[in-house]
Nanobody
Framework: QVQFVESGGGLVQPGGSLRLSCAASGITFRGYAMAWYRQVPGKQRELVARIGTSGSTTYADSVKGRFTISRDNAKNTMYLQMNSLKPEDTAVYYC?????????WGQGTQVTVSS
């Protein structure tokens, strides 16, 4: 079955950096676009960044210039490099893909930006 495992979250001070990883299994990873979402309690899950099978990328306006999404198809892994972190980046970050009408999500990793 399709499975994603996120890692790399934690507590970081404002201005700091973190690198999230998403390890995929159960799919031919290189054949699917992937995305990172984040969610704050009481709010809807929001798209952070998306990467296509060719490596094309899109970003939410709030993270442009600070976050970089990438993928390593040989390792079945997607990454999110987060720099210049702000307190408003605090959230649970999820990786996901979609196959037809079905969405597949990881369990999420907590990112907390606080001094």
């Amino acid at each position: 079955q399709v499975q994603f495992v996120e890692s790399g979250g934690g507590l970081v001070q404002p201005g700091g950096s973190l690198r999230l990883s998403c390890a995929a299994s159960g799919i031919t990873f290189r054949g699917y676009a992937m995305a990172w979402y984040r969610q704050v309690p009481g709010k809807q899950r929001e798209l952070v960044a998306r990467i296509g099978t060719s490596g094309s990328t899109t970003y939410a306006d709030s993270v442009k210039g600070r976050f970089t999404i990438s993928r390593d198809n040989a390792k079945n892994t997607m990454y999110l490099q987060m720099n210049s972190l702000k307190p408003e980046d605090t959230a649970v970050y999820y990786c996901m893909t979609w196959i037809g009408n079905d969405n597949f999500w990881g369990q999420g990793t907590q990112v907390t930006v606080s001094s």
